[in-house]
């Protein structure tokens, strides 16, 4: 599945003077009585004209706004790009700059060359701009034919800057295209229609992935995970001739005193099972394996970067299908640490492959656990499209908060009412996967919580993540997320990773 993640970064310094890119991309803010313009690419009396100039073309500054302008002779190019960053304060905010830098790149897709002049006097906001810029430029062209000029990512983003540029800048920009780099190969694996993606050829792409880099594979087919009991992930995967996969990627770098460990869901095509889904919008259920693909590059990203805490993704694979041999509504299931679950909905799939999961990377009781999946419709209904759910522990809470603020992506705690339990009580086994609708979110993590051990082994923290809004956009293009696959959450958890260690 090979696709041009596009833009290459680079640094100069900021000023008004002229440039050899194509487009000089500049920020505005909106303010009470128009246009602001920020950045130091353009002479005060320039920026003047053009903060007058820009409320006649109906261009007020608002965020992600846009607006071509011709450039002069002492401008930074022949042609400037405005973008609106929304009202600010004193300064942007590094989500601001970051998704205006987004919506520049996405808007000069078919060009080669851009120079982006926005205010940047910190390594976060200059961190910030380069990530937008990367995320922005970007096209899922895999499956197409003919790929229009219009769809070709940006080739080269010049960030500019008043400070200096010195090894420590160099080293922000390298680690800001790394992690884009492989928050977009999670798109990609969002993206690829499931024909193509299902848990073996899954299997081959991480192995592909990984080469190269200090990590060790270990992967569990169908008789090995018969063998040792991994009875979720094989129940979900029975109804599909494409037989299900666990596998384990594992950055262990020399001298690393803690373990950050993460769960991703991996159903690579949701019918539903027996309980079939309606048909309507039934094809966006390919991105079903967004926490696996997410799990599976942040491992990767935080080798690359050479992060000093070991990180152990578990990508927990199969496809739910209603065939002649699937699981049926009243099924019992006996899953990896030995509790039985009675299916009573063959829907609520992603946390009986999520449960094995979870319980076979307790056994290193490893410092934190996450896992992450597009687990919950409710969690749409209850927080939208573009904020998660986040339960678990104060710890784990904690880590993703602290986190998530700087890499901007929205994650909103959650209870786990005590009362909410008893709705997953089952006459026939110790549990069943699903209840009434109420608190279906929270119902959801509840249940996860209850394989977060094995074999008297437990994480010393653990946190569930519930991204079925964010990890997949099915409306237009906004900031430096594009239409489909987002990549949400993986910039978070090699936040998370670092943080740690």
Same mark, same amino acid.
């Given at each position: 599945?090979?696709?041009?993640?596009?833009?290459?970064?680079?640094?100069?310094?900021?000023?008004?003077?002229?440039?050899?890119?194509?487009?000089?991309?500049?920020?505005?803010?909106?303010?009470?009585?128009?246009?602001?313009?920020?950045?130091?690419?353009?002479?005060?009396?320039?920026?003047?004209?053009?903060?007058?100039?820009?409320?006649?073309?109906?261009?007020?500054?608002?965020?992600?706004?846009?607006?071509?302008?011709?450039?002069?002779?002492?401008?930074?190019?022949?042609?400037?790009?405005?973008?609106?960053?929304?009202?600010?304060?004193?300064?942007?905010?590094?989500?601001?700059?970051?998704?205006?830098?987004?919506?520049?790149?996405?808007?000069?897709?078919?060009?080669?060359?851009?120079?982006?002049?926005?205010?940047?006097?910190?390594?976060?906001?200059?961190?910030?701009?380069?990530?937008?810029?990367?995320?922005?430029?970007?096209?899922?062209?895999?499956?197409?034919?003919?790929?229009?000029?219009?769809?070709?990512?940006?080739?080269?983003?010049?960030?500019?800057?008043?400070?200096?540029?010195?090894?420590?800048? #160099?080293?922000?920009?390298?680690? @800001? %295209? *790394? &992690?884009?780099?492989?928050?977009? !190969? +999670?798109?990609? /694996?969002?993206?690829?229609?499931?024909?193509?993606?299902?848990?073996?050829?899954?299997?081959?792409?991480?192995?592909?992935?990984?080469?190269?880099?200090?990590?060790?594979?270990?992967?569990?087919?169908?008789?090995?995970?018969?063998?040792?009991?991994?009875?979720?992930?094989?129940?979900?995967?029975?109804?599909?001739?494409?037989?299900?996969?666990?596998?384990?990627?594992?950055?262990?770098?020399?001298?690393?005193?803690?373990?950050?460990?993460?769960?991703?869901?991996?159903?690579?095509?949701?019918?539903?099972?027996?309980?079939?889904?309606?048909?309507?919008?039934?094809?966006?259920? #390919?991105?079903?394996?967004?926490? @696996? %693909? *997410? &799990?599976?590059?942040?491992?990767? !990203? +935080?080798?690359? /970067?050479?992060?000093?805490?070991?990180?152990?993704?578990?990508?927990?694979?199969?496809?739910?299908?209603?065939?002649?041999?699937?699981?049926?509504?009243?099924?019992?299931?006996?899953?990896?640490?030995?509790?039985?679950?009675?299916?009573?909905?063959?829907?609520?799939?992603?946390?009986?492959?999520?449960?094995?999961?979870?319980?076979?990377?307790?056994?290193?009781?490893?410092?934190?656990?996450?896992?992450?999946?597009?687990?919950?419709?409710?969690?749409?209904?209850?927080?939208?499209?573009?904020?998660?759910?986040?339960?678990?522990?104060?710890?784990?809470?904690?880590?993703?908060?602290?986190?998530?603020?700087?890499?901007?992506?929205?994650?909103?705690?959650?209870?786990?009412?005590?009362?909410?339990?008893?709705?997953?009580?089952?006459?026939?086994?110790?549990?069943?996967?699903?209840?009434?609708?109420?608190?279906?979110?929270?119902?959801?993590?509840?249940?996860?919580?209850?394989?977060?051990?094995?074999?008297?082994?437990?994480?010393?923290?653990?946190?569930?993540?519930?991204?079925?809004?964010?990890?997949?956009?099915?409306?237009?293009?906004?900031?430096?997320?594009?239409?489909?696959?987002?990549?949400?959450?993986?910039?978070?958890?090699?936040?998370?990773?670092?943080?740690?260690?």
């Amino acid at each position: 599945m090979p696709n041009v993640h596009g833009v290459t970064l680079s640094l100069v310094a900021s000023g008004q003077k002229r440039t050899d890119a194509e487009v000089a991309v500049v920020a505005a803010a909106k303010t009470e009585g128009g246009v602001r313009l920020l950045g130091q690419a353009l002479t005060e009396k320039r920026a003047g004209e053009l903060a007058a100039l820009l409320p006649q073309f109906g261009f007020t500054g608002g965020a992600g706004s846009t607006q071509f302008v011709a450039g002069e002779a002492k401008d930074p190019a022949d042609v400037l790009l405005i973008v609106g960053l929304g009202a600010v304060d004193a300064d942007p905010t590094s989500e601001q700059l970051r998704r205006a830098a987004g919506v520049a790149t996405r808007t000069l897709a078919g060009r080669d060359t851009a120079v982006i002049d926005f205010p940047n006097t910190t390594e976060d906001a200059l961190s910030a701009i380069a990530e937008g810029a990367s995320l922005g430029a970007y096209a899922f062209t895999a499956q197409k034919s003919v790929v229009p000029e219009t769809s070709v990512p940006l080739k080269q983003a010049v960030v500019a800057t008043t400070m200096k540029p010195n090894k420590s800048l #160099k080293a922000v920009l390298e680690r @800001a %295209a *790394t &992690v884009a780099r492989h928050t977009k !190969a +999670a798109r990609d /694996l969002v993206d690829t229609p499931a024909n193509e993606l299902y848990p073996a050829s899954f299997v081959d792409y991480a192995k592909a992935a990984a080469k190269g880099l200090d990590v060790k594979l270990t992967v569990w087919d169908e008789k090995k995970l018969e063998s040792d009991g991994f009875g979720g992930i094989l129940g979900v995967g029975r109804g599909s001739a494409r037989p299900p996969r666990l596998v384990q990627v594992q950055y262990s770098p020399r001298g690393a005193k803690k373990e950050l460990a993460l769960v991703g869901k991996g159903i690579t095509f949701d019918t539903g099972g027996i309980s079939l889904k309606p048909p309507a919008s039934m094809e966006e259920m #390919k991105s079903d394996m967004a926490g @696996a %693909a *997410t &799990v599976l590059h942040t491992a990767l !990203a +935080a080798a690359e /970067l050479g992060v000093s805490v070991k990180v152990t993704a578990w990508l927990c694979l199969a496809e739910n299908m209603p065939g002649g041999n699937a699981t049926r509504p009243g099924d019992v299931l006996r899953m990896y640490n030995g509790k039985t679950v009675e299916v009573t909905n063959t829907d609520a799939e992603g946390r009986l492959v999520m449960a094995d999961g979870l319980s076979k990377a307790s056994e290193s009781e490893p410092d934190l656990l996450f896992d992450i999946a597009t687990l919950t419709g409710a969690q749409v209904v209850a927080l939208g499209q573009r904020t998660a759910g986040l339960m678990g522990d104060d710890a784990a809470v904690a880590a993703v908060k602290s986190a998530s603020e700087a890499t901007g992506e929205p994650f909103w705690p959650m209870p786990f009412p005590e009362e909410i339990r008893e709705d997953l009580d089952s006459a026939t086994a110790d549990l069943r996967n699903s209840g009434n609708r109420n608190g279906g979110m929270l119902k959801a993590g509840i249940f996860l919580s209850e394989f977060v051990e094995s074999d008297g082994k437990r994480a010393k923290s653990w946190g569930h993540l519930d991204v079925a809004g964010p990890a997949f956009n099915g409306g237009a293009a906004w900031g430096f997320t594009p239409k489909e696959g987002t990549g949400f959450g993986l910039r978070t958890l090699v936040a998370v990773a670092e943080n740690l260690a």
